[in-house]
Each structure stands twice: as structure tokens, then as C-alpha cells.
């Protein structure tokens, strides 16, 4: 990353911690990443604002102010391994590639975890791993995980990915309750789940099946 990025990039984590109090391993990981990577080339002026922004097959790449907020509620500390639902542009993955030893993510939308996989080549990314599939079957070959993050918003949490995550692990989802959608954290403690609803968001609906 050139010294303009890196300014760039410090500037935005500091405008996220304004508002919303970052961790200094967060706020780092923020500082670390190169967002204009992540955006399509007609927004990258954009890159920067605290804005969500339009990216291809009808979805969009989160604010980076959200970004940072997901990354703060899955307490990432101590875990080692990390599930995301929805990689959509890998601007989330490559968050938590600063934050996990190894990152796995899946994207239905075969376009975008294409693109993702060139990001994450061209930055030189090496711990995360990508998957086209269904996010909601999980990656039980890599399974169990210390963390999983829902990058859409669900009406509930397949069974199979609670079984995928690691006793004392934690799952941050957006989930749909009523009208609103809520970001939701679940905590596995033995065989009950404790549930924590966080704060209103605004993320695009969970998809079944794979989109070529």
C-alpha cells in the first residue's frame, strides 16, 4: 500500500472509532486495508465516505463504518479461525484476514467470489479461503470454527452452522425480527445458545442456492 492509501485507510479507521469505539486490533485491521481495491472502479472517488455503495449482481459492498462494527461484535481476540456467510466483494474477509489466522468465506454469487479471489491475489492476501456455495450449508470439511459472520441478513440460523461452531464460539448475524433487522450476537455455551440483539442495521436478504 502506497503512503496516499495508507493515509487514506488511517483516516477512515480513525472517522469509524469516532463514532463507534474500536478496538486498537480493529481499528488497525480498518487501517490496514485497502478499500479501493473493493469498490467498482466508477466509485472509487467514493471509497472512502462512510457510505455503503453498489457493486455487480444487484448487491452492495457495506460501509466501512459497518464493516468495522461486525468485526468489533464477533470480539475476534483469541479466535483463530473465522466463517463468513456472504463474501460479496471481500472487503469484510480481507478485514478479518489482519484479525484470524484463517479466514473462510462463501459467496453464492459465482461473479463476486471470482472477483474476490483476483483481490485477494492482487493484495496479496494468503490466509483466506473462498467457496462458491450456498453460505447457509456452512464449510463443515474446515468445521469447527471459532467465529462465523453473516454478511446478509437472515429469519434464522440453519442448525447445521450452530453444529459448525466451536463450544464457546461466537456467531454475529443481522437477523430479520419483524419489520427491522437487528444485528444479533449468539454465543455457544455447551448446549445452549445465548442470544444478544446489538443494534437496527440494513443489509441485503440471505439467498438460497447458487447464483452462476
Known sequence: MD?????????LADECHKIFSLSDSVKNAIAKTN???FVPSGFRHNAYKLDALPMGSSQWISSPLT????????????????????????????VLSHLFRGVFTIERI???????????????????????????????????????????????????????????GILVAPMQVGAKQVITRFRKVGNSLQKEELEECDFVPILNGIQK
Open 110 to 168: 459465482e461473479p463476486l467470489i471470482l472477483e474476490a479471489k483476483l483481490r485477494f491475489r492482487k493484495l496479496g492476501i494468503g490466509n483466506i479461503h473462498t467457496k462458491l456455495d450456498d453460505g447457509q450449508n456452512g464449510w463443515i470439511q474446515y468445521a469447527p470454527f471459532e467465529r462465523i459472520l453473516f454478511s446478509a441478513t437472515a429469519k434464522e440460523i440453519p442448525a447445521k452452522l450452530f453444529e459448525q461452531l466451536s463450544e464457546g
Open 67 to 94: 464493516v468495522a462494527k461486525m468485526t468489533e461484535y464477533l470480539v475476534p481476540k483469541g479466535a483463530d479461525r473465522v466463517l463468513e456467510i456472504g463474501c460479496g466483494s471481500g472487503y469484510q474477509a480481507a
Open 35 to 37: 478499500r479501493e481495491e
Open 3 to 11: 503512503r496516499i492509501t495508507a493515509t487514506k485507510t488511517a483516516k
